[in-house]
């Protein structure tokens, strides 16, 4: 498909473990973006991608969370040692203009138990 | 004090209301405003875009922009059900390429 694609849609995992999260964006666009979504606490920016520039991690919330992005295409967030409240929704999104116009994947529905 | 502040709602109208929806932020170097609509379990999809202060409209939706009050708007003139989604206002510009967005407003319509 011509969209932004997450995988997985839904993950269930136990406190302590590690998830990885991928992002497929639409191709030829080069920022990457992840959010997050939290019940009643609208998206959350975590990490942006643009191009070869660095990263830029300021939303990230701890040393637990860590995204990459592999020849300027996919990207995998991952979350060693989840918590409880890392559950939430993933959001990631691509943009081929410098606008703020971002296409969103459908997201990844994590829950820890 | 949030960068981006939004009333979550929910707000419920009948079937051929207007809706006005609000937001307001703090950054006075956002440049863009945007209303990104998202339908539950999918993921946002951009609704209406905006650059300056003043007006646009798009069919049954107009946006508003002023940024002296730095306030936003969003109308939705004769609302069907189909309009039922959660609405993000979301800023863009400035020092750093993020988009700050509201918390939502969830809306519904009934028919």
């Known amino acids: 498909g011509a969209g932004v694609s997450q995988s997985p849609s839904n993950k269930v995992t136990e406190k302590g473990k590690d998830v990885e999260l991928r992002c497929d964006p639409i191709?030829?666009?080069?920022?990457l973006y992840w959010y997050r979504q939290s019940l009643g606490q609208g998206l959350e920016f975590l990490i942006y991608f643009q191009g070869n520039s660095a990263p830029d991690k300021s939303g990230l919330p701890s040393d637990r969370f860590s995204a990459e992005r592999t020849g300027g295409s996919v990207s995998t967030l991952t979350i060693q040692r989840t918590q409880q409240e890392d559950s939430a929704v993933y959001l990631c999104a691509s943009s081929g203009r410098n606008t703020g116009e971002l296409f969103f994947g459908e997201g990844s529905r994590l829950t820890v138990l | 004090q949030k960068e981006v502040e939004q009333d979550p709602g929910p707000l419920s109208v009948p079937e051929g209301a207007i809706v006005s929806l609000n937001c307001t932020y703090s950054?006075?170097?956002?440049?863009?405003f945007m209303w990104y609509r998202q339908y539950s379990r999918k993921g946002p999809e951009l609704l209406m875009y905006?650059?300056?202060?003043g007006n646009k409209e798009d069919g049954r939706f107009t946006a508003q922009v002023d940024k002296s009050s730095k306030y936003i708007s969003l109308f939705i003139r004769d609302s069907q059900p189909s309009d039922s989604a959660t609405y993000l206002c979301c800023n863009y510009g400035g020092a750093t390429n993020k988009l700050i967005f509201g918390t939502g407003t969830l809306l519904a319509v009934q028919p």
């Open positions: 191709s030829g666009h080069t920022a």
């Open positions: 950054n006075s170097a956002f440049q863009y």
């Open positions: 905006t650059y300056s202060s």
